[in-house]
């Protein structure tokens, strides 16, 4: 019952928001988090992101690739973090006080990737979705499939669940143990 009235009260909320778009509009429309990287603007997928964090305090591993920055404890679990821009583009990247952790949760992995910066849900209208995107750094086309074009700026769909499943990005460690 008490979930019921919790679920009345988000659908009166969105009523009253001027700026939201009822369910027809909901239909054509998709969501995502938006992040600064490499220059380049991106969207993830909702439901591959569990969270936004700072970036945390991480304890460094040995014999590891230079782009895992180390391991964090955040709120028990460990994570692994990784400096996503590094890893695709194999130049060290600075410190930016912009800088976030995109955290994803997918089977069984729970790693944080440092993005350049995080710009929130953005909303686009499927219309303006394009399967291929010319311009796109050529390294960054295994992880990305197409691209809403909104305000003349393109935002290219990253899926982390692609990251995910690349050897390259799973195997970090610099010394193999036969």
């Not at 439901?47 to 991480?58: F, L, N, Q, R, T």
């Not at 994570?79 to 410190?95: C, E, K, M, N, W």
């Not at 499939?145 to 499943?165: E, K, P, V």
């Amino acid at each position: 019952m008490a979930a019921n009235g919790f679920i009345e009260l988000l659908r009166l909320s969105k009523r009253g928001n001027r700026n939201y778009v009822g369910n027809e509009g909901e239909v054509n429309r998709w969501s995502g988090i938006a992040f600064e990287l490499m220059g380049q603007y991106f969207v993830a997928p909702l439901g591959e992101v569990s969270e936004v964090i700072y970036p945390p305090v991480c304890t460094e591993v040995p014999n590891v690739h230079r782009w895992v920055r180390g391991l964090a404890n955040i709120r028990g679990r460990l994570l692994s973090v990784t400096d996503l821009a590094d890893f695709i583009s194999g130049q060290r990247t600075q410190y930016l006080p912009t800088q976030k952790v995109l955290c994803i949760s997918h089977n069984d992995h729970y790693v944080g990737l440092v993005v350049d910066q995080v710009l929130g849900i953005q909303h686009f209208n499927k219309k303006s979705f394009f399967s291929k995107n010319e311009k796109l750094d050529e390294k960054l086309e295994p992880y990305c499939q197409g691209f809403f074009r909104q305000h003349n700026q393109a935002w290219n769909i990253f899926l982390f669940s692609r990251l995910l499943s690349d050897p390259k990005y799973l195997n970090a460690s610099t010394k193999f143990i036969n």
